[in-house]
């Protein structure tokens, strides 16, 4: 197990509506990263949070935004949810040093549909 | 073009036999390089890191090739558990892109 944990499990919601998914990361780890994971498909960037701060960001809307806590765990918010963003949703906890990226562990994910 | 790029397979091999992987990026700045396996509806997981004079993992095998932009995963001796999708990773320097393939599935048969 990586010890990165992920709440919840499984969520519905409805189109228009908004979501809230947590992450708590490997203890030791500064920075999270959260990802997209459509069905067939491999994880895509959304961002990645070092000290609190959004550090990198990938083609995802403003709609989708983050926080990180002072003990390291972290928020995804999706706001105006549409039917698209039904995926898996994945964070991953990493220790980065100076920016340079290290190995990223993953939590078991978050299903998300929405109807 | 996709900037991380992986044959989606499948590749159906008899155990025992090796297996070779490759994944190819666009962007000549990238400097983080990873294999992660992925089983059917669970998360990611950590391979190996890939580094510049390749490494060895048990019957693992990663290497990189700059001057052509890909990176290569072998697989020796493979065994029935080795089924899975298989991710490449690329990232830059400044941690602000993280670019995932979409993965290579491969399936071992007795």
């Known amino acids: 197990e990586t010890g990165v944990t992920q709440s919840p499990t499984h969520l519905i919601k409805t189109r228009g509506q908004q979501v809230t998914l947590r992450c708590s990361s490997q203890s030791g780890h500064n920075t999270v990263s959260w990802y997209q994971q459509a069905l067939g498909q491999g994880p895509q960037f959304i961002f990645q949070y070092y000290r609190e701060e959004e550090n990198g960001r990938g083609n995802f809307p403003p709609r989708f935004s983050g926080l990180q806590f002072p003990n390291y765990s972290s928020e995804l918010n999706v706001n105006a949810l549409e039917l698209d963003d039904s995926a898996l949703y994945l964070c991953a906890s990493s220790l980065d040093m100076g920016g340079t990226s290290y190995e990223q562990y993953f939590g078991p994910g978050t299903r998300l549909t929405v109807t | 073009r996709k900037e991380v790029e992986q044959d989606p397979g499948p590749f159906n091999v008899p155990e025992g036999a090796t297996v070779a992987f490759n994944c190819t990026y666009s962007?000549?700045?990238?400097?983080?390089f990873f294999w992660y396996r992925q089983d059917c509806r669970k998360e990611p997981k950590l391979l190996m890191s890939?580094?510049?004079s390749g490494n060895e993992d048990g019957r693992f095998t990663a290497q990189l090739n700059r001057a052509s932009q890909y990176i290569s995963l072998l697989i020796r001796d493979s065994k029935l558990s080795d089924s899975a999708t298989y991710l490449c990773v690329v990232s830059y320097s400044s941690a602000s892109k993280i670019i995932f393939g979409s993965g290579t599935r491969l399936s071992i048969r007795p």
């Open positions: 962007n000549s700045a990238s400097q983080s």
């Open positions: 890939v580094y510049s």
